[in-house]
């Protein structure tokens, strides 16, 4: 059955998790701003921990996650909500080392999902790069140039590495 209606056993342990977390909860004082002003577009990989990478916490940053750390429409979206509404005055995009989304072709991943699981994904854009740095540079640009982000929004590029913990800032 592909669409199922909720099964809280699906979610006991994030629902007891939750119930701990709320007994202690401290960050009902934040804001939906930005506190130091950074939006962080990264990727969804569980190894990523963007607030801890940039010594913030929550409340101090706003977080956009997809595949690869691409900059989509949705992304610059969200990004001039952020810039104009939400505190945001410097953007970081922040791929990382050993994505899966910079290791294949666009239709090796297709390929991939049909022949695995006999679903044709071809109408999506997975956003794929064999040249991650080159995509960033575009991301970056596309970002810069944008005719609705907020005027002085200041944008960087860097790539995190998943092995280190370090971030490689580019000077493009």
């Known amino acids: ?25 401290k960050y009902s004082e934040l804001t939906g701003s930005a506190a130091r002003g950074l939006a962080i577009v990264t990727c969804m990989d569980s ?13 101090d940053a706003k977080i956009l996650r997809n595949a690869g750390a691409r900059v989509t429409e949705d992304v610059l979206r969200t990004l001039v909500l952020a810039t ?14 050993d994505c899966r989304m ?25 956003k794929v790069t064999m040249n991650q740095e ?10 810069r140039s ?4 907020r005027e002085g929004v200041a944008v960087a590029g860097a790539i995190y590495d998943v092995k280190t913990g ?7």
Not at 47 to 59: A, D, E, Q, T, W
Not at 84 to 97: A, G, Q, S
Not at 166 to 172: C, E, G, Q
Request: glycine share 4%.
């Open 1 to 25: 059955m592909k669409n199922q209606t909720f099964d809280p056993t699906h979610f006991a342990d994030l629902i007891d998790a939750n119930g701990e977390y709320a007994q202690t909860f």
């Open 47 to 59: 190894r990523i921990n963007p607030l801890s990478v940039v010594g913030m916490r929550s409340g």
């Open 84 to 97: 104009y509404l939400l505190n945001v005055d410097r953007i970081l995009v922040m791929p990382h080392t």
């Open 102 to 126: 910079a290791q294949s072709e666009e239709s090796s991943i297709h390929e991939l999902i049909d022949e695995q699981y006999g679903v044709d994904t071809r109408s999506l854009e997975f």
């Open 134 to 143: 080159e995509a960033l540079k575009t991301d970056i640009t596309r970002i």
């Open 146 to 149: 944008y005719p609705l982000i």
């Open 166 to 172: 370090k971030i490689d800032f580019k000077s493009y």
